[in-house]
């Protein structure tokens, strides 16, 4: 088969002012953050040395002029921020007003059927599962972990095995997961859990088609994922507690559980935190795990995943929408409870 340039040229073409776009958008951003407030740097460096030279009086920058220069280094963020967060926020909870088609306003009537229709109201059990389920079970894994090599004599490849997984994309850990779990009639099985299931005298079984089970299946993958995540954070709280303490309790006579309860565990009260936040917001969000492994099918689907399918697979914009602006309004929370505590730690 012969390339053929001209029937490719629009691609190229598509390419190019990507190309082109990417190095206008770079460059500019290099041009706020680095050549304006250099030139001003040294410009504010030569006047000091002007008037030092000069035994003149120290230039003093005008308060009106320090809030302007504060509000150019704040607008490229706060641009980035209106484009990519604020303006699709607007929008979406706007459609999540009208009808499918986006032409006419229904009111709450999408948030009415969340509510209401049987097959939502087990998408949210299953999200409300999941949220419950995989940022406790992975934090406490991750702190078993965390404690149980901390100082061990393979430490750094003990938690380079356990760190592993986070390494691997959600879809590459699905396809695993789903050979771990695969099934093959009455043959011989080449799935793992099937294979130790027969040969411990069992029947092997379609584990991701069997409701709930295949939800709890599935929540496995991401605290087999996110497990590493929590351990390193934890293993790094746990390695900043001071050693006096540590000594001093030893010299008391504490017993290995009291040390953890009593000294280890409040130490840590702010990095578990930070993990279960992390995690609890990561898991609001789950969505590759679901589409890989069963596509959302018996009973797996979560919010993310049928928000997905109501916008793009059944053109029900209103009622995909409405799902979005759900699990938006789930975050906030979370990530108002989140940036209360590190206040509270820095006033602390």
Do not use: C
Not at 17 to 27: C, K, M, P, S, T
Not at 126 to 141: D, E, K, R
Not at 163 to 187: C, E, H, N, Q, T
Not at 276 to 302: E, H, M, P, Q, W
């Amino acid at each position: 088969m012969e390339f053929d340039f001209a029937e490719e040229q629009p691609k190229f073409l598509m390419l190019m002012y990507g190309l082109i776009a990417f190095v206008a958008v770079v460059g500019g951003l290099l041009l706020l953050l680095d050549v304006v407030p250099a030139w001003f740097a040294r410009r504010r460096e030569a006047q000091l040395v002007a008037a030092s030279a000069s035994g003149a009086p120290l230039p003093r920058r005008p308060k009106q002029r320090e809030g302007l220069f504060a509000l150019f280094f704040m607008l490229p963020t706060v641009l980035l921020l209106t484009i990519g967060l604020v303006v699709p926020a607007i929008r979406t909870t706007l459609l999540s007003l009208m009808d499918k088609d986006s032409n006419e306003w229904v009111g709450l009537a999408n948030y009415s059927w969340m509510f209401s229709d049987s097959s939502i109201i087990r998408v949210l059990t299953n999200s409300l599962i999941w949220v419950i389920l995989v940022p406790l079970v992975a934090t406490g894994f991750g702190l078993i972990y965390a404690v149980l090599v901390d100082k061990a004599r393979f430490e750094a490849v003990a938690k380079s095995l356990i760190f592993l997984p986070m390494a691997i994309s959600f879809v590459g850990a699905s396809i695993i997961w789903k050979f771990v779990y695969a099934y093959r009639g009455d043959g011989d099985q080449i799935g793992l859990l099937n294979h130790i299931v027969v040969s411990l005298g069992g029947e092997p079984k379609q584990w991701l088609l069997e409701s709930p089970l295949n939800t709890l299946l599935l929540i496995v993958i991401m605290v087999w994922i996110q497990a590493g995540f929590a351990m390193v954070v934890l293993s790094a709280a746990i390695k900043a507690i001071p050693g006096d303490i540590v000594e001093a309790a030893r010299l008391d006579g504490v017993s290995p559980w009291q040390m953890f309860w009593q000294i280890t565990m409040p130490t840590i009260r702010p990095a578990l935190i930070v993990v279960v936040v992390t995690l609890s917001i990561a898991t609001l969000k789950v969505f590759d795990i679901v589409r890989t492994a069963t596509n959302g099918n018996y009973d797996t689907s979560v919010i993310a995943n049928e928000m997905y399918n109501q916008a793009f697979r059944y053109g029900e914009n209103g009622q995909g929408s409405a799902l979005a602006v759900f699990l938006f309004i789930l975050v906030i929370p979370i990530v108002i409870y989140q940036i209360r505590n590190l206040r509270q730690q820095r006033e602390g």
